[in-house]
């Protein structure tokens, strides 16, 4: 009922009666009051006038569902948005879900994270409701050996979504960190289950650090506040986020990965540069020379072999 109210008053710009609100909804003038003192806790600020009624002058910067999914336009992402004020990682909850059948599309999303976790054992930090961390279930039909071009979908979706909402174009480094000015603005995590030849499920997790001052982000990070010098809406962020995932994963379903790999070359920073990629088996250097349809970097070693990576951290070498 609290959605529906939020919804209600965000139709009206004036003040609406509670008569009006309470013939509407089908609920007493007392459980109105109720409602609104509610909303209220929640930070929505609503102003009440005797013989006017009720409006809403503000809502709070928090990662509501209803505030979310208010005009999303989404087929499948973004459905079903479960919210946490915080959790250890969104990554566990969506994994958990996926693991009772939540549908494909499923959102996983908190203010804050108390383990939240990055590529290659890292931890990621993420100073409470500044910034947008979100795991979303998906379902495709792909082998476990074909999710690494998820992660470079997700790299390009979180790419054009900044670029529409706020002007700033993100640049990707190899597979998946999106930096401004050579500093990290967000990551990506692709985890899935799956059997011999067939994935069962996939969770991609983003992280993006939205309003966050730069002496809470770890060094080598940035934010989108302080890169634009202002403050920024993390529901249209996020929203955007949804749209451009939705549109680029309906697309491959259809069309296959091309264009993906096509904007993220466009997008790479890693491309053409040398570069050192370490890993657990040690290292390779020399010139990354492309990104193969499977998402692999092709490094061109002095000696002239190349040679294909699928994971790893890259450094430049020179
Ligand atoms: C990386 O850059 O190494 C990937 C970072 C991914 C962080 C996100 S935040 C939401 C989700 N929950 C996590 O614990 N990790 C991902």
Redesign the pocket.
């Known amino acids: 009922m609290q959605t529906q109210i939020i919804e209600f008053l965000k139709k009206n710009e004036a003040y609406i009666s509670g008569e009006e609100i309470s013939q509407s909804l089908k609920i007493s003038r007392a459980a109105i009051w109720k409602y609104m003192q509610e909303l209220r806790q929640l930070g929505y600020d609503i102003v009440a006038v005797p013989h006017l009624g009720y409006k809403l002058i503000s809502s709070p910067d928090k990662l509501f569902p209803h505030e979310i999914q208010h005009a999303l336009g989404t087929k499948v992402f973004g459905k079903k948005i479960i919210y946490e004020d915080t959790v250890s990682?969104?990554?566990?909850v969506a994994f958990r879900l996926a693991l009772e059948k939540a549908a494909e599309g499923t959102v996983v999303c908190a203010e804050g994270?108390t383990?939240?976790?990055?590529?290659?054992g890292?931890t990621?930090t993420?100073p409470k409701a500044k910034g947008i961390?979100?795991?979303i279930v998906l379902r495709p039909k792909l082998s476990p050996l074909e999710v690494a071009k998820l992660t470079l979908l997700a790299a390009v979706a979180v790419s054009q979504a900044l670029k529409k909402i706020t002007g700033l174009q993100p640049l990707i480094k190899w597979p998946?960190?999106l930096l401004v000015k050579g500093k990290?603005i967000?990551?990506?995590?692709t985890e899935l289950s799956a059997e011999t030849d067939r994935v069962k499920f996939v969770i991609v997790?983003?992280?993006l650090n939205v309003n966050s001052a730069l002496n809470s982000l770890p060094p080598g990070a940035t934010s989108l506040k302080e890169e634009t010098q202002e403050e920024h809406s993390r529901i249209k962020i996020f929203q955007e986020i949804l749209r451009e995932m939705e549109q680029w994963y309906l697309h491959v379903a259809q069309e296959g990965f091309f264009s993906v790999v096509q904007r993220w070359k466009e997008l790479s920073v890693t491309l053409n540069q040398r570069v050192r990629v370490s890993d657990a088996n040690g290292f390779v250097e020399g010139l990354a020379v492309d990104l193969d349809n499977d998402g692999g970097l092709l490094i061109r070693k002095d000696s002239g072999l190349i040679v294909k990576k699928m994971a790893g951290d890259v450094m430049q070498a020179h």
């Not at 990682?89 to 566990?92: A, E, G, K, L, V």
């Not at 383990?115 to 290659?120: E, T, V």
């Not at 967000?186 to 995590?189: F, P, T």
């Open positions: 990682s969104t990554m566990d994270q383990k939240g976790r990055g590529r290659l890292r990621w993420s961390c979100m795991s998946n960190d990290k967000a990551g990506i995590l997790g983003i992280g």
